[in-house]
């Protein structure tokens, strides 16, 4: 079992940058997929970014591509997104998630963190 825990949302201009940190307990963390997801008011949750286990080549959404950064410490057990440039549209409930090596989904979910971009 993997527990997750967000932190880092708040309130923030447009333009303006946060960091949000997921820390997880429990498992291997270093040889999970980790991602971050969010749902906006009304809205279906979506896929953000996310990392391997070996770091390489990170993939994001085409909506945050060059605005967002996904990094993990593995040392530290979590996992970050960089957000820069935020705009209104990425207000959000943001999540982090675990898709551990033997699954194609992800299967441990965080509580989400609020994140609001005032224009």
């Known amino acids: 079992q993997v527990q997750l825990v967000e932190s880092g949302g708040g309130l923030v201009q447009a333009g303006g940058s946060l960091r949000l940190s997921c820390a997880a307990s429990?498992?291997?963390?270093?040889?999970?997929?980790l991602g971050w997801f969010r749902r906006a008011p009304g809205k279906e949750r979506e896929f953000v970014a996310a990392?391997?286990?070996?770091?390489?080549?990170?993939y994001y959404a085409d909506s945050v591509k060059g605005r967002f950064t996904i990094s993990r410490d593995n040392a530290k057990k979590t996992v970050y997104l960089q957000m820069n440039s935020l705009k209104p549209e990425d207000t959000a409930v943001y999540y982090c998630?675990?898709?551990?090596?033997?699954?194609?989904?992800?299967?441990?979910w965080g509580q989400g963190t609020q994140v609001t971009v005032s224009s």
């Open positions: 998630a675990v898709r551990p090596a033997s699954s194609y989904e992800y299967v441990y």
């Open positions: 429990g498992g291997p963390f270093s040889m999970y997929t």
């Open positions: 990392i391997s286990e070996t770091r390489i080549s990170p």
